[in-house]
């Protein structure tokens, strides 16, 4: 099959306007009057980011869908995407198949049409690397630089699910493994395997929020993060922080706690709000299907400092800060 | 080296005011009034589109500019790029810091600051994504679908150039090489290591062409394509491509100048100008430092035909198409 063959067979059928029929080199996108541009790349690599033998539908909307988070996070909608995809020999049709179907119906769902994209060959692992364009109406763009001292904490949906979903999917699965359910341990690799981008919440965001990222690299090491662009400090109380019946059958245990607290790929929403949108924000998210939570507050402080306060009332140290790439 | 350290170290200081220090997830970028967006994406892997010893600086630039010549050749002028850097394990920093600094002097060059990325490891080969973002005037930019029939077919630069420079720089370099003078043999290497985009056509291209494509994957091939997305047909005179004085040398070996008709990396600006636009699109691009060249014109006949006609006045038939990856 030459590349060409491949792009009409898989690609085309996917692709939206602004890819004009993915005949040409370029896309031609014109954003809507009065957006800006919101623009993030998120590359996946086989044996880092997923299992080789991961389905590769799973894999296909994990890709697409890291990048759709980060829009999430910023109060942006996704506008389009640009793929990079590099297949290792011998990849068959039956994969590719089955790999753009489900990014065509992810495309459909979060309406972000593929634009155009670059397919190589590659004697190494199989990687994705897929550029998303989102926009915001000008000027509302929610930065992580953005939180200030009084602004409450939330996070979306529950904490940890995918970094304990990671342990039970692995080679060598942790003893407490054992005190999950089946049907437990099926959430948590599903958790893991499938993000759940919280679109829902981009407007909220942009309209409650002084500062947002998504929690990709664990909640403890992002909010540092988040705590250090925006030059001020969080305090954070552990018992407040949600997580799902799942992980709460495991937390006991204090190496799964802290898997679940620094460990990546939540894929949800942590954001600064100030007082007097809080309740809003709370009540609105709700109504739109997602549960926000206080989680704690920024404070004035040493920039980048997070404390987390446990159910001692003391702070708690984590074995690990955060997932490094290096 | 944590990514936080390597990106403050090596990108900040090549980023552009749309990266927002590279201190979010996302950039931010606000179009021109009245301009469309053109996307172009492009990866490099080492051991495919590159050797993995040549030097940082050579690959930094091949990556840019592959997705600059893209642009060019559309009529457009670069916004911006977003760059998905995959490592293998113990890349050092002398690397990584001259593989940088000639990013940020080509993205100064071309006026296309690095908006923001994605560094990952990987236990593969090194490869390169580069998204790049250009802008045009609304509806003029320049498809490959344009060509009409009666348009003179032009090629910018001259052709061959790098697909020769490949099998002199390669592990089992053919015989004729030893008919390359030493700066010859250079001259050939230089042009594959370090594509040179067209970007000073493009304001012409768009004022001029009617359909246009950069040649990446040999000209004999991509003028197939282009005549192909046209519904035309294309009669070129073999006599008139234009060679180098280096490639010249070589070419009365008959595989050597096949290599350099149907041999990739050009990044050349192939292009169909209708007649009474040729001779202003001549006479422009030579004040702007390029020469463009006559080589045929578009025919009418079954769509995606192209007739090399040769010394002999018959049409010639190359061993291979087009450079394909799969």
Redesign the interface.
């Known amino acids: 099959?030459?590349?060409?063959d491949?792009i009409a067979r898989y690609f085309v059928p996917i692709a939206g306007p602004?890819a004009?029929g993915l005949?040409?080199?370029?896309?031609?996108?014109?954003?809507p009057a009065g957006q800006?541009?919101?623009?993030?790349?998120?590359?996946?690599?086989a044996?880092?980011?997923f299992f080789p033998d991961d389905p590769p539908q799973t894999i296909a909307r994990k890709a697409l869908r890291v990048n759709i988070s980060?829009?999430a996070?910023?109060g942006?909608e996704p506008q389009g995407f640009?793929?990079?995809l590099?297949l290792p020999h011998g990849t068959d049709a039956a994969w590719l198949e089955r790999f753009a179907g489900a990014l065509g119906e992810d495309a459909k769902t979060y309406r972000c049409p593929l634009?155009?994209?670059?397919?190589?060959?590659?004697?190494?692992?199989l990687?994705i690397?897929i550029?998303v364009?989102?926009c915001v109406p000008?000027g509302s763009?929610v930065?992580?630089?953005g939180a200030e001292t009084g602004d409450i904490l939330f996070v979306s949906g529950t904490i940890g699910d995918a970094a304990l979903g990671l342990l039970v999917h692995g080679k060598s699965p942790p003893a407490w493994v054992d005190r999950l359910s089946g049907p437990h341990r099926d959430f948590l690799i599903a958790r893991y395997l499938e993000p759940q981008p919280r679109l829902a919440l981009a407007p909220l965001v942009r309209a409650c929020a002084n500062g947002a990222?998504?929690v990709?690299d664990g909640l403890a090491g992002d909010l540092t993060?988040m705590m250090h662009?925006s030059g001020v400090a969080a305090r954070v109380d552990l018992a407040r922080v949600p997580f799902s019946d799942a992980a709460k059958a495991v937390i006991a245990d204090a190496a799964a706690f802290d898997s679940a607290v620094t460990g990546g790929d939540d894929y949800e929403i942590l954001c600064a709000v100030p007082p007097s949108h809080a309740l809003v924000f709370e009540q609105l998210a709700l109504k739109d299907g997602v549960a926000v939570t206080r989680i704690g507050e920024v404070v004035e402080g040493a920039a980048g400092t997070a404390t987390f306060i446990g159910a001692d009332g003391k702070p708690h140290t984590f074995a690990r800060g955060s997932y490094?790439?290096?």
């Not at 634009?115 to 692992?125: A, E, H, K, L, W």
């Open positions: 099959m030459t590349e060409d491949l602004a004009l005949k040409d080199d370029t896309a031609l996108y014109a954003p800006e541009l919101v623009l993030t790349v998120d590359a996946l690599v044996g880092v980011h980060d829009l996070a910023k942006s640009l793929l990079t590099a634009m155009g994209g670059d397919t190589v060959s590659t004697p190494g692992p990687m690397s550029t364009l989102g000008a763009m930065k992580r630089t990222m998504d990709s993060k662009a490094s790439h290096f």
